[in-house]
């Protein structure tokens, strides 16, 4: 482990042949039992059509799943918005929050710089519902 924190903020396309209510209930429950085990927070955002999720933790550790995510059948189009060291977490107090969302007031998940992604990031996990 590498002790330095990182944020990952990256976007995926829902590969619709594979994604339905239980493939999210996989992908959250076993979020939330690796991420605690590794020290990971963050939050995932899922508007049915795409996923927004950030990652932060230890370095090697945030990498490594988002590598891990890279190969994962029910994700496609990845975009990575931000890859950045951080002194602090914004999303330290969960192992995988979510929320899902009809329509962002920022506009389209997939057309999202980093800072409204992170705004919209922070704004729900407000918000979070599961």
């Known amino acids: 482990m590498s ?5 990952v903020i990256y976007l995926s396309d829902v590969n619709r042949d594979v994604f339905d209510s239980d493939a999210l209930t996989s992908i ?3 979020a939330r039992k690796n991420n605690a085990s590794q020290g990971i927070t963050g939050m995932l955002v899922c508007d ?3 996923f927004l999720q950030v990652l932060e933790g230890d ?3 945030v990498h490594a799943i988002y590598s891990a995510i890279t190969s994962d059948s029910r994700h496609s189009g990845l975009k ?3 890859d950045v060291p951080i002194e602090n977490r914004l999303f330290g107090e969960w192992a995988m ?3 899902n969302i009809v329509q962002s007031s920022v506009g389209s998940l997939a057309e999202l710089d980093a800072n ?3 705004t919209l ?3 729900q996990s407000k918000k979070q519902v599961s």
């Open 3 to 7: 002790n330095k924190l990182q944020r």
């Open 28 to 30: 959250l429950k076993t």
């Open 48 to 50: 049915y059509y795409h």
């Open 59 to 61: 370095s090697d550790n």
């Open 80 to 82: 990575l918005i931000e």
């Open 97 to 99: 929050g979510f929320s």
């Open 116 to 118: 409204e992604a992170i």
């Open 121 to 123: 990031l922070i704004a």
